[in-house]
């Protein structure tokens, strides 16, 4: 009987640790979360971009050669 008491205090420290460590974060603005958004987008439609070229230059170039 004495390990339910153990655990029980076990699982109230783990959440009163989770809320000390939740309350440490640092949310960001409107406008950070909107400007790291576009940078993200941005960035990836580039990347896509750049291994769609690559794609086609090497699908026509083994064509070429075959």
Do not use: H, R
């Amino acid at each position: 009987m004495g390990e339910t008491a153990g655990k029980e205090k076990v699982k109230k420290n783990f959440f009163k640790g989770l809320k000390a460590e939740f309350n440490k974060i640092i949310w960001p603005d409107k406008d950070t979360v909107g400007k790291q958004t576009v940078a993200v987008i941005v960035c990836s439609v580039a990347l896509g971009l750049i291994i769609a070229l690559l794609d086609l230059i090497m699908k026509y170039g083994l064509s070429f050669i075959l």
